[in-house]
């Protein structure tokens, strides 16, 4: 496709399986899963829904019938209400229970929170893989004397390994944050269209205990342990903003770790000495090479 914009976010730095993580397949099939667990919950809840219907919804949850979604969306210009016609007319017995008692954000909020856990475990295994790297990488040079500096005036000697050490320390750092904020991630549930979960409570003959049961089935389903607590017809955007400041955090870390590598062949370190060891450690940092991967690692941050 050149006839329409594409990000270099995706197209250039992203590795395939995070494209696919947030491609248009994930997100879609994701609804569907939602879909399926929401009329799997309301029936064990004693709504009027059979296992037939169930059972039709799962033939259909991966093929997604994506010009049907896109002619509907034409007409009704929503497109979730567009995926639910579009399911409806490949699950023709089951169309009447697609995204029962739920609102838009079911689907498209719960969606978001299941892709960024994904994205996170992603990121999480990419980033221990680096972390074993650098740990070898340290103790292989923990020998081989270099320059420290301090307001990036020349100070004391150092190694090379104590310089890996401190990139490495910050993405222990880093690790502690991610693991934090991946075990504290809920999913929204099904809390209505203004998080009161009216729709339920009348599907459910205003018992109020059904409504809560429901919640955490869905999430059960879906992987989770529980739900947030309490939402407006979204869920609470500082579980976006703590989520951007974790990956800041491993942005910054990248960006420390590859400058200093820059450093190492600047001008700043023209005093080396000439041991064999140096060298073999220089051999191994190709100049244009190692300028182009740091500039490649740095520039989207």
Not at 184 to 192: D, P, Q, V
């Amino acid at each position: 496709m050149n006839d329409r914009y594409v990000s270099p976010l995706s197209e250039r730095y992203a590795s395939k399986e995070m494209q696919y993580i947030f491609s248009p397949d994930m997100k879609f099939k994701t609804w569907r899963k939602l879909w399926i667990a929401l009329a799997e919950t309301e029936k064990e809840l004693g709504l009027p829904i059979t296992e037939e219907q169930i059972e039709e919804l799962k033939a259909h949850a991966e093929d997604i019938n994506y010009d049907v979604a896109k002619e509907r969306e034409r007409v009704v210009r929503h497109d979730v209400m567009s995926h639910v016609y579009a399911y409806g007319q490949q699950c023709p017995k089951a169309k009447g229970i697609i995204h029962l008692g739920a609102t838009s954000c079911y689907v498209g909020d719960n969606t978001d929170i299941i892709i960024m856990r994904e994205a996170l475990r992603l990121v999480r295994k990419k980033l221990i893989n680096v972390m074993a790297e650098l740990a070898k990488f340290a103790d292989e040079w923990k020998n081989q004397p270099t320059l420290a500096f301090t307001h990036f005036q020349p100070a004391q000697p150092t190694t090379v390994g104590k310089r890996a050490t401190l990139w490495l320390h910050d993405l222990c750092l880093d690790l502690e944050d991610l693991d934090y904020v991946l075990g504290s991630l809920k999913l929204r549930g099904a809390k209505g269209t203004t998080g009161t979960q009216a729709s339920f409570l009348e599907l459910f003959d205003g018992d109020h205990e059904k409504c809560r049961k429901a919640d955490a089935m869905i999430a059960e389903k879906m992987g989770f342990s529980q739900c947030y607590p309490v939402s407006g017809q979204t869920y609470s955007r500082k579980v976006d903003s703590r989520y951007l400041n974790m990956l800041s955090g491993i942005a910054q870390s990248a960006c420390k770790f590859n400058r200093s590598l820059s450093d190492f062949q600047s001008s700043l370190y023209d005093f080396r000495i000439s041991t064999s060891q140096w060298k073999s450690f220089m051999a191994t940092q190709t100049h244009g090479k190692n300028l182009h991967i740091t500039r490649f690692c740095c520039s989207p941050y």
